[in-house]
Structures are given as structure tokens and as C-alpha cells.
């Protein structure tokens, strides 16, 4: 069945170094693939959908890319910054319809520390 | 920005109480989803629901009844809560079910069972 792996536990990062956190996942059919961010005491929220057409997404410094040959779709931003500290879940949808087919990581925590 | 609120925001029960939590969309999304939300889990879907009327098991369904009244309103019942369902529990809403459309969660409501 479809799953999503990423990046488990607590990621703990330097302000202005890269980050990187994983996410692969297995899935029958063509998937779109979001990362959601969390943070502390607020809901989840889209940080960012793969595209069909392989543009890669960004937002807020985010990028990831959806690379089909190897499963993956992990999240990269250039310099982390205090306020990216947060959890965060890869997640997979795809287009079976009619049939469960939205899937959340267990989600990795990301702080930023000075 | 799709709009979800739900109520109770916290809430304290009993081992074998009675919980109703709400949950309601303002958007007319099709679909809504109940999550809950642990340590080392994740997010894990418990049921959801794309109309009125309908409803659809999810992952972890044991012990949680649900019910979707009208199109914005989704409800989960705990009949016998248990201390295994002391969590954090989020509602959801997307207009569609996979296809790449984005999940609009609510605030939360954080229930703990005695």
C-alpha cells in the first residue's frame, strides 16, 4: 500500500545553516506530494504541493523537489532561520478516487538554535 | 483560506465518559477528516467523510464513532472514552479527496481522559 517515510525525531540545527529533511515514500498511482508545517500550539498548514508538470515549489524559502526514480520529495531551504522551528509532515495523495489515499509522515521537529 | 473551527477547545472526561467533539467548515469543502495527533504518530486518520451522510473508516477507527450531518458539520463520538484516547485532535477539510487538493485544518481540541 502507499506510505510515506521522512526524516523521524528531532532534527536540531545552527540559524543559517542548510536544511534538509527526507521524505520517500511508495505509492501505485502518480502521486502529489505536500509537505505541512506545524508549529508550536497552532494546526498544520500547507507549506508546500509538488506540481504536475516537475516545476518545483516554493514558498517562504522552501523548496523540494518531486523526483519520481527515487520516490523522494525532500524539503530544502538555503540558511535556516529561528522562526523555522516547527514539525513538520510529508504527505501523500494520490488520484484514486474514490478509495483512502491520503497519507501523513510521522513528522520530524526542526529547531533552529542561534 | 478555508475556514474550520471546532469546540470543544479542550476538554476533560472520565474512563468511560461520554465526548462529542465538532467540527465545522464554512468553505463547502466535500471532504472532511478527523486526525489524531501523538508523540511518535503523528497524525493519524481515525474517519472521514465526502458528503453528508456518508462516512468512511480510517486508519485507526477503534473505539470512535463519527458522524456528518451536513455539509460543514462533522462530529466525532467517543461512547467509552478511554485513557488510550488522551490526544490532540484535529479536523480537516478538502474540496476533493486526492488530486493534489490541499487539507485546511481546525485549531485543534485537546482532550484528556482520567
Known amino acids: 500500500g502507499d506510505s510515506v517515510t521522512q526524516t523521524e525525531g528531532l532534527v536540531t540545527l545552527t540559524e543559517g545553516l542548510p536544511v534538509m529533511l527526507n521524505c520517500t515514500y511508495q505509492?501505485?498511482?502518480?502521486?502529489?506530494l505536500f509537505w505541512y508545517v506545524q508549529h508550536l500550539n497552532e494546526a498544520p498548514k500547507l507549506l508546500l504541493k509538488s506540481f504536475t508538470d516537475n516545476k518545483r515549489p516554493e514558498h517562504q524559502g522552501f523548496h523540494a523537489t518531486l523526483h519520481k526514480s527515487s520516490s523522494s520529495f525532500h524539503l530544502q531551504k538555503s540558511s535556516a532561520q529561528l522562526s523555522d522551528s516547527a514539525l513538520y509532515y510529508c504527505a501523500l495523495s494520490d488520484r484514486n478516487t474514490g478509495y483512502q489515499n491520503f497519507y501523513f509522515g510521522k513528522g520530524t521537529s526542526l529547531t533552529v538554535i542561534p | 483560506e478555508a475556514a474550520v473551527t471546532q469546540s470543544p477547545r479542550n476538554k476533560v472526561t472520565v474512563t468511560g465518559g461520554n465526548v462529542t467533539l465538532s467540527c465545522r467548515q464554512t468553505n463547502s469543502h466535500n471532504y472532511m477528516y478527523w486526525y489524531r495527533q501523538d508523540t511518535g504518530h503523528g497524525l493519524r486518520l481515525i474517519h472521514y467523510?465526502?458528503?453528508?451522510?456518508n462516512l468512511q473508516i480510517g486508519d485507526v477507527p477503534d473505539g470512535y464513532k463519527a458522524t456528518r450531518t451536513t455539509q460543514e458539520d462533522f462530529f466525532l463520538l467517543l461512547e467509552l472514552a478511554s485513557p488510550s484516547q488522551t490526544s490532540l485532535y484535529f479536523c480537516?477539510?478538502?474540496?476533493?479527496w486526492g488530486g493534489g487538493d490541499t487539507q485546511y485544518f481546525g485549531p485543534g481540541t485537546r482532550l484528556l481522559v482520567l
Open positions: 505509492s501505485t498511482y502518480s502521486p502529489f
Open positions: 480537516a477539510s478538502s474540496d476533493n
Open positions: 467523510s465526502y458528503g453528508a451522510g
